[in-house]
């Protein structure tokens, strides 16, 4: 067996890993050891017969202890485990736990007797188990609300398919029936109008693919010459805007963006064809494209002569397969815009239409530039996207 002297007991009472303290009703200290005075910062000369308990609390702590600590004590005999701040002797404070009971030294005097424990650890394992738990939360919402994005894309994207495959399904039956009656000019329209069909559906499925790879995270941003870009986006829409008789008129510059090239081509090339392929059959389509950089922001307008956009229905053209015409009056896939939405998420951005139901569309993108400086800006301007879009 261990050897311990006598004279331990006192030692492990005054330098023990926590504090001990004693009080009486009135709460004078009358009992402390050395380790609570050292986390304290006071001799034990300023606090025996001087000190209260209530001199270590600030005026919050004291209402607490008043309304909870004191009353259970009375009732239960002890308090376990209660958590609170106390002041020190340099004006910081202490996070601690306190366990107290209620010792009966004779019939009519009683003390409180406490432990005190350093809860600065502990506490800050909270702080961060919180914050953890509040991130996680985050996340799972954001996972609930892409999984029923999800499942809405799917559900769209099988019903849109589906419907030119049934076309080239019962096609090809009227062929296999006819195929022996008929002569080949019989059969050339039926088998044009599975041509039709089929390349609806190339079409789809060519958007689809783009929309799933626009704006992903992993799309490069890069500094890169703006007006190269939308040179670039010029020849592509040369021919449409040939067919269409459209003019495309580019106004303002900025020298550079930061962002994914490849994306905000895509973006721009989308919104052009559009403002050229909804206008009236008989006006001659003109779409303005003004960019302007601004300290917070690059901004980019597109703006169109066409036939405008019902405001009841601003919110819904952003989601897959939302098409508020039909392929007779205007061929698409109802992707395109889905597509934008995506890409300026990606880059943090926003987008406002400006449109009445026949008299044209403006779609108002910004891009600000906080997007490749802090992660932190990102979810303000997001929750401003999610607003707007
Ligand atoms: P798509 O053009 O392939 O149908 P989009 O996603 O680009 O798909 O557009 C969704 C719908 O929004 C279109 O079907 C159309 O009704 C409407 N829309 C988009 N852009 C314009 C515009 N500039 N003017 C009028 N309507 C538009």
Same mark, same amino acid.
């Given at each position: 067996m261990l050897?311990?002297?006598l004279e331990s007991a006192e030692d492990l009472y005054n330098y023990a890993p926590c504090g001990y303290f004693d009080m009486t009703r009135d709460r004078k200290i009358v009992r402390i050891n050395e380790t609570l005075l050292g986390w304290l910062g006071y001799s034990r000369e300023e606090v025996l017969g001087k000190a209260t308990f209530n001199d270590w609390l600030n005026t919050g702590t004291r209402l607490y202890i008043e309304t909870h600590f004191a009353p259970m004590l009375h009732m239960q005999g002890y308090v376990k485990e209660i958590a609170f701040d106390?002041?020190?002797k340099d004006g910081s404070t202490l996070p601690v736990l306190i366990n107290s009971s209620y010792i009966k030294l004779d019939e009519k005097q009683v003390i409180i007797r406490s432990t005190v424990f350093d809860a600065t650890h502990r506490r800050r394992y909270e702080k961060e188990l919180l914050l953890a738990k509040k991130n996680s939360e985050l996340l799972a919402e954001e996972l609930k609300i892409a999984n029923e994005?999800?499942?809405? =894309?799917?559900y769209a994207a099988s019903h849109d398919l589906k419907a030119p495959l049934t076309n080239v399904m019962s096609l090809l039956d009227i062929i296999k029936n006819r195929i022996h009656a008929s002569s080949q000019d019989e059969l050339k329209p039926v088998i044009e109008m599975a041509h039709g069909a089929t390349s609806r559906m190339s079409e789809l499925i060519k958007s689809l693919l783009e929309?799933?790879?626009?704006g992903k995270k992993e799309s490069s941003k890069s500094w890169f010459a703006w007006n190269e870009a939308m040179e670039e986006v010029r020849f592509n829409l040369q021919m449409i805007a040939f067919t269409k008789n459209a003019q495309i008129i580019f106004e303002g510059s900025f020298n550079q963006m930061y962002a994914s090239r490849t994306d905000m081509i895509r973006l721009v090339q989308n919104l052009i064809s559009n403002g050229i392929k909804y206008c009236e059959k008989d006006r001659r389509p003109v779409v303005l494209i003004r960019s302007k950089e601004y300290s917070t922001c690059w901004e980019i307008i597109v703006e169109d002569n066409g036939i405008g956009i019902d405001p009841a229905h601003q919110k819904e053209i952003f989601k897959p397969f =939302?098409?508020?015409h039909s392929s007779k009056d205007f061929d698409g896939s109802g992707i395109g815009l889905a597509t934008c939405k995506n890409i300026i998420e990606q880059h943090n951005g926003s987008v406002v239409i400006e449109s009445e139901k026949g008299?044209?569309?403006?779609f108002i993108v910004k891009i600000p530039k906080t997007s490749f400086l802090s992660p932190d800006a990102h979810s303000s301007v997001r929750s401003e996207t999610?607003?707007?879009v």
């Open positions: 050897n311990i002297p106390v002041k020190i994005e999800l499942r809405q =894309f799917a929309h799933a790879v626009s =939302f098409r508020l008299s044209g569309s403006k999610a607003r707007q």
